[in-house]
């Protein structure tokens, strides 16, 4: 369970927590998988795109300039280096589209930060490249409602433990609301803040972590975002 009293500043999750991100991920997947199709079957395909992600993470961080880099890599890998110009520019062009893919929120995102805003400070604390994850808040129109907006090359305690030094609060004050155990949830708990959890219809296998795992203190889990208007 939660003290709630002590609550002031309500810090949120961007991608899957805000607004749709990984259905778009995974549309692009299978793009990506009948590009390939002259060299790979889908599942092999996506089973090397997957591992060339997670292989590359310490090399290019988070965000869809990675996954671009990540899905030619798994070309080369996959057409054995006969990969082609046109197929090279195909798989270019996959990404290029997903950075402007339109900011789809979520059902009561907007309603739920306008009503929190008034009575808490509201960050939003993501992880990824830095340009893409400001367009994304600013395009959300979100921005309106946000006290502070934090890029984390990892959401790790550290990194936690820095944002709360730097909006001069305690970890009872402080509560992260995301779709990820991972990232979301168990740091935050760790440095002995609070953290609510709201799973996505679409979570990224590598943010899946073991729900058995999270501690019932200063913890709370709901089933969508304007629920917390009525807790809070
Ligand atoms: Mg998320």
């Known amino acids: 369970m939660m003290n709630f009293k002590n609550i002031k500043v309500i810090s949120f999750d961007a991608d899957d927590t805000l607004w749709q991100n990984e ?8 793009d990506f998988c009948k590009i390939m199709l002259p060299y790979s079957k889908k599942e092999k395909a996506i089973k090397v795109l997957w591992n060339m992600e997670v292989k590359n993470i310490p090399l290019y961080g988070y965000g869809i300039k990675a996954f671009t880099l990540d899905m030619l890599d798994a070309a080369l890998k996959l057409s054995k280096g006969k990969l082609t110009a046109e ?24 309603r739920t930060l306008k009503k929190l805003n008034k009575k808490y400070k509201i960050v939003v604390t993501t992880k990824g490249d830095l340009l893409e994850q400001e367009n994304k808040i600013y395009r959300s129109g979100l921005d309106r409602y946000l006290h502070h907006i934090e890029v984390m090359s990892e959401k790790n305690k550290a990194s936690y433990a820095r944002l709360l030094k730097e ?15 991972k990232s979301d949830i168990l740091p935050v708990l760790e440095i002995g803040a609070n953290a609510v959890f709201i799973p996505s219809k679409f979570t990224w296998f590598y943010e899946d972590g073991d729900e058995s795992k999270i501690p019932a203190k200063n913890f709370l889990k709901l089933k969508e975002i304007s629920e917390l208007i009525k807790i809070l």
């Open 23 to 30: 259905n778009l991920f995974r549309r692009t997947e299978c």
């Open 87 to 110: 197929e090279t520019k195909q798989i270019i062009n996959l990404g290029k589209k997903l950075i402007k893919s339109p900011i789809v929120l979520f059902e009561g995102a907007e």
């Open 167 to 181: 909006l001069n609060i305690k970890p009872q004050e402080f509560l992260m609301v995301g779709n990820s155990v």
